[in-house]
């Protein structure tokens, strides 16, 4: 039988990957203060489509439930948490949220992207600032500190400053020209210049004005170096990448640089955005995120500001692999054998009695022969044969299986000291 297309079984090994991530971000969030919380899988349609319009159909699963209400899976965190915070009128603000879990999107399945996949998310809602923005930036980069993936790089750019030059090039605050072309910009990642061109050109637009946007995005640098080669005072809220610039310097985060190629996809975002990159991998964005302070109006809170990031656990995963920066330890097993039937609830007993002390245990239940049993404790780092003459004796026998080396240890001894014994 075949899955849908676009879905896959996680495996142990991806499975372990996955809970190495989790335990490093759920670390990081613990030493920001963020609070961990997960909204809803399922949400009405309506509370999606309430700011992507019905459009956001064709990017998500939905379905009419049994009562025929039109229920969708969630494709983000954002979107949840904000209705959530938006809901707690006696909430305390600054809230600061964490999740981590899995969502649904009907996208085209690529490398490091499945329809169903992992993300970490934050957030941070209220009377939010530029330094909220640093915030959320710096955790960024001191998680990927923590899981040691290097090559690091965050672009960080403003929508109103990618917005305020595409209406002077278009000589338009034409909301429909905006958004279009703010969407050719995020895709200039993904596509050739003359795909792009030729994309948008069908639309009805100057392909001289769209070059004039394709080499505006490719610019990048530090704020002096971008200064030298280009008219910043043409460009609103310049000064907030500075600012923000200078305060992330401030937090000792020196990966970052400011990239106009940088605007997110979702028409939410309202100021600061941000993407962060393995400069060694050509995977795409790890992670995206930004202020979106026009959301929590949708759900009636004008007063409330928001800003946060996702990151794909899935590709970030990858480029730990690329990099063979990921290394899992594992809880060292025990393997107990038996030499006969007649031994083997013998070995049940003391297998239950040392998980019972913490301690991982393998035992084969299905009456395999010795030598079977000791082919599948190769990966154990103790084994303990039970053997009848032994056992009337009360003792085992203990093989290291690293050292190479047994001996014969009492019973009651390998139970009131079984921790300092296996070296655990």
Partial sequence: MELPRGMKD??????LEIEFIRKKFLEISEIFNFKLMEPSTLELLSTLEAKGGETLRDDVYFFKDKGEREI?????????????????????????????GGVWRYDEP????????????????????????????????KFFEKIQLENIVIDISHRKLVESYINKIFESNDEKIVSDILRAVDKIQKKSKQEILSEFEKKGYSSTKLEKIIEFSKINGTPEEIEQKFDTNLLESWNDLKIIFRSLQNRNVN?????????????????????????SFDIGALVGGGRYDNLPSIFGSNDLGATGVAGGIERIILSLNNQNSLHIIQNPRISIVYVNDDMQQIAINLASTLRDKGIFV????????????????????FVVIIGPKEFSDGVVILRDM??????????????LESKSIFNL
């Fill in 10 to 15: 996680v495996e142990n090994s991806e499975f």
């Fill in 255 to 279: 990966n970052i640089r400011i990239n106009f190629g940088i605007v997110r996809g979702l028409d939410y975002y309202s100021g600061i955005v941000f993407e962060a990159f393995d400069t």
């Fill in 110 to 141: 690529q490398k490091g992207r499945y329809r169903f996949f992992h993300q970490f998310d934050i957030e941070i809602f209220g009377k939010v600032n530029l330094e909220h923005d640093a915030e959320i930036i710096e955790f960024v980069s």
């Fill in 402 to 415: 690293l050292e190479r080396t047994e001996k014969q240890i009492k019973i009651e001894n390998l139970l």
């Fill in 362 to 381: 393998d035992i084969d239940l299905s009456g395999k022969s010795l030598k079977k049993q000791m082919e599948l404790s190769i990966n154990s780092k």
């Fill in 72 to 100: 969708a899976l969630r494709f983000d965190f954002t979107i949840g948490l904000t209705r959530f915070i938006a809901s707690q009128k006696s909430f305390k603000l600054p809230a600061k949220i964490s999740s981590f």
